[in-house]
T-cell receptor
Framework: DAGITQSPRYKITETGRQVTLMCHQTWSHSYMFWYRQDLGHGLRLIYYSAAADITDKGEVPDGYVVSRSKTENFPLTLESATRSQTSVYFC????????????FGPGTRLTVT | AQSVTQPDIHITVSEGASLELRCNYSYGATPYLFWYVQSPGQGLQLLLKYFSGDTLVQGIKGFEAEFKRSQSSFNLRKPSVHWSDAAEYFCAVGARGYSTLTFGKGTMLLVSP
C-alpha cells in the first residue's frame, strides 16, 4: 500500500518556467492539501481540495494553480516559477468529516534558479 | 481564525532526560490539537491528537500531551528521550467545521549523548 506519493522528489527549474508537482494517494481520502515549508515559516497551506472538482485557496495561493479531476490525484502547478517559490512542498490527505488529522507525503524539494 | 505558537525554535536535551515541548494556541472554542514529528528529509508523521475527553493523551513512540484549557496549551512530553527522537516537532490546531489545520513554526529537538 503506497499511501501517498509525490513526484518528482527533487526538481531544479529556471525562473519563468512552468513546473507541475504531482501528488497521488491510494486511500480514497476526500481531502487533499498542498503545503510549502520554509525555514522560519513552518508549514503554510497553499491550496486544498474537499473532493474532485472542489478546490479552495489557503494562506499563500498566489503563483500556484491546482486541479483535481480524480479523487486520487492533486497536481500543483507553478505557472511561471520565481526564486521565491524555492521550497519544500508537501502534499497531505485527510478523510474529512469527523477526521481532521492529515497524512503527509515525503515532499518535493524544488529549486528555482 | 486560530493560531499556534511554539515558543522554542531549538531545544537540546541529553539522552535519557525528560522532554517537554511547548505549544500555545489561540481559538475561541474547543480546538482540535495535534502534534506531528518530521525526521530529516521526511514528511510529517502524526504523533498524537486531542479532540475531546481525557485531557492527557497518549501517542506513538512514548509521547504524551496534556490539554490545558486555562493556559491555552498543549505541551508534548516524553519521560526519557532517545537519540532517535531528534527531529522537528510541529503543533497544529484545527476547529470543528473547518477542514484545514494551522501549524506552528516548529521546534527542532537536538539530543546530546
Amino acid at each position: 500500500d503506497a499511501g501517498i506519493t509525490q513526484s518528482p522528489r527533487y526538481k531544479i527549474t529556471e525562473t519563468g518556467r512552468q513546473v507541475t508537482l504531482m501528488c497521488h494517494q491510494t486511500w480514497s481520502h476526500s481531502y487533499m492539501f498542498w503545503y510549502r515549508q520554509d525555514l522560519g515559516h513552518g508549514l503554510r497551506l497553499i491550496y486544498y481540495s474537499a473532493a474532485a472538482d472542489i478546490t479552495d485557496k489557503g494562506e499563500v495561493p498566489d503563483g500556484y494553480v491546482v486541479s483535481r479531476s480524480k479523487t486520487e490525484n492533486f497536481p500543483l502547478t507553478l505557472e511561471s516559477a520565481t526564486r521565491s517559490q524555492t521550497s519544500v512542498y508537501f502534499c497531505a490527505t485527510g478523510q474529512g468529516a469527523l477526521s481532521y488529522e492529515q497524512y503527509f507525503g515525503p515532499g518535493t524539494r524544488l529549486t528555482v534558479t | 481564525a486560530q493560531s499556534v505558537t511554539q515558543p522554542d525554535i531549538h531545544i537540546t536535551v541529553s539522552e535519557g532526560a525528560s522532554l517537554e515541548l511547548r505549544c500555545n494556541y489561540s481559538y475561541g472554542a474547543t480546538p482540535y490539537l495535534f502534534w506531528y514529528v518530521q525526521s530529516p528529509g521526511q514528511g510529517l508523521q502524526l504523533l498524537l491528537k486531542y479532540f475531546s475527553g481525557d485531557t492527557l493523551v497518549q501517542g506513538i513512540k512514548g509521547f504524551e500531551a496534556e490539554f490545558k484549557r486555562s493556559q491555552s496549551s498543549f505541551n508534548l512530553r516524553k519521560p526519557s528521550v532517545h537519540w532517535s527522537d531528534a527531529a522537528e516537532y510541529f503543533c497544529a490546531v484545527g476547529a470543528r467545521g473547518y477542514s484545514t489545520l494551522t501549524f506552528g513554526k516548529g521546534t527542532m529537538l537536538l539530543v546530546s549523548p
